[in-house]
């Protein structure tokens, strides 16, 4: 997290290897968490769900990306802009994301 009042970029900083996905907190609150998330290539472990304590909301600033979300037949596919919220305990997983490009997400964590 940077100091207060310090300007960053949300493009700058990328790894030029990214063997797992990474998880960046960029500011949190006592009942938030906004956080970076930077996948190139990287789906949910095959059997492995996320289980949040919190609500969820992510929108997706670069690259593609596919969700599954618990009881849909099929994956959402997401773009640059596209934004969705997940409730909490909402199990959901990353189906895929694009392995030509980073793709970049904020999600915000919030009670």
């Known amino acids: 997290m940077k100091e207060t009042g310090a300007i960053d970029n949300i493009y700058s900083n990328l790894p030029k290897k ?3 996905e990474l998880f960046e907190k960029i500011t ?3 009942a938030f968490r906004l956080e ?19 609500d969820e909301w992510v929108i997706l600033l670069k690259g593609r990306a596919r ?3 618990a009881g849909a037949s099929e994956a959402v596919e ?5 934004h969705l919220h997940l409730p909490a305990h909402l199990r959901h997983r990353v189906e895929w994301t694009d392995p030509e490009t980073e793709t970049i997400w904020l999600a915000l964590h919030y009670d």
């Open 18 to 20: 990214l063997p797992a």
């Open 28 to 30: 949190q609150g006592h």
């Open 36 to 54: 970076r998330i930077i996948s190139k290539g990287h789906a949910t472990p095959e059997g492995e769900w996320y289980d949040q304590e919190q």
């Open 67 to 69: 969700l599954l979300l």
């Open 78 to 82: 997401l773009g640059p802009g596209d």
